[in-house]
């Protein structure tokens, strides 16, 4: 018999009749003979509207009592969908971060899964059960409840498949799948039968906003396969695995684009040792991710360090970079909101050279300027003005995925 | 230091608005010297809309994940508070069911409380900390989330005022305290200064909604003073106290109707041994509180056997009782649920005869026929058809209350 964890984000359970179809199937899939265990996301809009139930009682919510607060929409789903799963008569219980448990870090709003004690999860599942778990939440040591942070239902997921050894986790969402692309951008974007982990967790980290990055992470470390699709049809998906014989043959698989993004720039910075340090570790104590540094040594014995933040962390990070900034000696403090990070990602990368040329020829060709550049192994990220995003995108797509088959091939 | 738990219902914490009410108010206790733990309800109409959302993905909700579903109602209202709290300098920390916890028994949608541990909760409340308890749930031997009915808010506040040893327990309503009978109803009603445990527990039980009846039978057990007043003046209300010397002066402390009453009557049941046994046995094991029985014996050696039960378990009641009068052969079931309670309590009853005598005296003048009678120490009660619920209660209150104190000293 095998274990399937599912899990619904928020618009495959925005409704009750969302809700019910999903209960439908679920059915299918135990009547099926599988094991099954359901991990809900909030029905759509409502953490939103909590937190704007929040936003209106304190002008800073304190960050514990917002998780207590949100942690009810997951809650209340998952009840629902074992509710309906009742209703057509499959056995079902909810659980939620508390009563499995997921013990978390303590950090409100953006806490780490520690561990998962799959053991109640066993003996709820064990009785033939299906099991309904509240995702995006968890407990930490001291039993206060805990978030993940938005898109931390797909960590839940992952997590608890990969605590329960699951043999596959599958993702429904509102989209069919992984694609090459954005298809609302570029009509010719495909879905993508199959990716590895590592392209999964380039093109996550950019805004394809399929899957949330941890967990990804999650299902590479634990070897979790993951098959993303869609609620709304029977249609497969796309399967997130361990990369496979064949994977590099495909030079690229994905181009995305990444919105979320500010940039900041320290003019002129002293180029002393330890002045990275001293810039960073503040803005790492803040919980603030920093995903691109770029530093230029100039003649004159300073540099202009750049970095990229996410948007919503940027007023903070300006807040702690400022007095920093003077303190050093820099000249300057410039940043910029209206940028995007155009990525190329591929396995194929890793053995075929050239492709960072050819996309800065492909840019160029269209006289879109590249601010920033960082690439890894499979990927190439460049940072340009916001208003490119699609143009950008479209391009790039043609030149190396649509066309690519037939340049390699020549 | 005093230790004082203050409950706030459903209206107190209706809105963002009351809520910053409430803070405002729960920071004055606090910076008046005292620890102080607050009991809250969920927002006036929120258990409905998840009820409402629970009947609609399933015919027949399934008990343990309703409780799951509307336990989030108290959750949101806690962190709602602490977070008003804290936006106005005062330090508060949200504690829901399973944190403290409350264990209860398993019976979902009514549990009872077993035991609180207050040992969390002076903890938070020796570090000068508000500690903002989400009432009417809590835990049971398994960790699943319970609720203990409705009205459970406020016998988690007593619960909890008891466990942790407090000073007093204020009960925040939407009304000013505890009156001599529904103002709305008789408008020479007035507010009562002092009430004792055992005439509140009559009252409670027959309709006057200010306290809920297993909140007070803590209250007596523990010996914890309950002060209920209003949320929305700082006018004092009413204490709800042990007896004190002076309280039997009293004749009739109040007149209480009870429309949550449904009459079923077993006609013609053989008078045999064991079939009163037979009969509540398995209403009782269906959780069904059966209020007044009334038995006459007829002439034949058959007997016509009445009983109430409250509305909402009139249907379920019906179901359990007819096969089993079939079985007994009774000759039929007749129900009623167009009746009211109408109730006459005070402690002076307990000395002064006749005051049944002149109940029945002043109904009749009426012409309301009494089709029902249940007495106890300090407490008269009628059943009669509803539509003389107004007239009985104005009637009443002018011969027993409003014109007793003449009478006495005449």
């Known amino acids: 018999m095998a274990l399937i964890v599912q899990k619904y984000g928020g618009t495959s359970v925005g409704s009750v009749e969302r809700i019910k179809a999903v209960a439908t199937r679920v059915a299918a899939t135990r009547a099926a003979g599988n094991s099954v265990a359901v991990v809900v996301s909030a029905m ?20 514990r009592e917002s998780d207590v607060v949100i942690a009810t929409g997951e809650q209340i789903t998952a009840a629902l969908l074992s509710m309906a799963l009742q ?21 409100y709003g953006r806490a780490r899964i520690k561990s998962i004690d799959a053991d109640r999860l066993r003996a709820v599942l064990d009785t033939g059960a299906v099991a309904v778990i509240a995702g995006f939440q968890g407990v930490d040591a001291g039993s206060s409840i805990t978030t993940l942070g938005r898109g931390g239902s797909d960590t839940s997921a992952i997590a608890i498949a990969a605590a329960a050894k699951a043999d596959v986790c599958e993702i429904y969402t509102d989209v069919e799948g992984v694609f090459t692309t954005d298809p609302r951008i ?24 399929v899957l949330q990055i941890r967990s990804v992470e999650f299902a590479k470390r634990y070897n979790v396969p993951v098959h993303v699709r869609s609620s709304f049809s029977d249609a497969l998906g796309t399967w997130v695995v361990q990369e496979e014989a064949g994977m590099e043959d495909v030079l690229v698989s994905g181009v995305a684009a990444d919105r979320n993004e500010a940039k900041i720039t320290l003019q002129r910075v002293p180029d002393r040792p330890g002045l990275a340090a001293k810039i960073f570790g503040p803005i790492a104590k803040a ?43 820099a000249a300057g403090v410039k940043s910029d909101t209206d940028v995007v990070k155009v990525s190329v990602v591929g396995l194929g990368m890793r053995s075929h ?8 020829a492909v840019l160029a060709d269209e006289g879109i300027n590249v601010e920033m550049i960082s690439t890894s ?5 460049v940072v340009i003005a916001a208003k490119y995003a699609e143009l950008a995108v479209r391009v790039l797509h043609k030149a190396l995925i649509e066309e690519s088959f037939d340049e390699e091939s020549a």
Do not use: W
């Open 87 to 107: 209703d057509i008569g499959v056995r079902a219980t909810s659980m939620l971060g508390f009563q499995l448990p997921v013990l978390t870090s303590s950090v």
């Open 377 to 381: 192994e499979i990927k190439v990220s």
């Open 287 to 329: 919980h603030i991710v920093v995903d691109m540094i770029i530093q230029n040594a100039s003649e004159d014995g300073t540099t202009d360090l750049t970095f990229t933040v996410p948007q919503n962390d940027y007023n903070r990070a300006l807040e702690i970079v400022q007095p920093i900034a003077a303190e050093i000696g």
């Open 186 to 209: 570029c009509p010719a974007a495909r879905k993508l039968a199959r990716i590895s982990f590592e392209e999964m967790l380039e093109l996550a980290s950019l805004g394809a906003k």
């Open 44 to 63: 759509s809009g409502e953490t939103n509207r909590l937190l704007e139930l929040a936003a209106q009682v304190a002008s800073k919510p304190d960050a």
């Open 353 to 360: 050279a050239g492709v960072a040329a050819r996309i800065f």
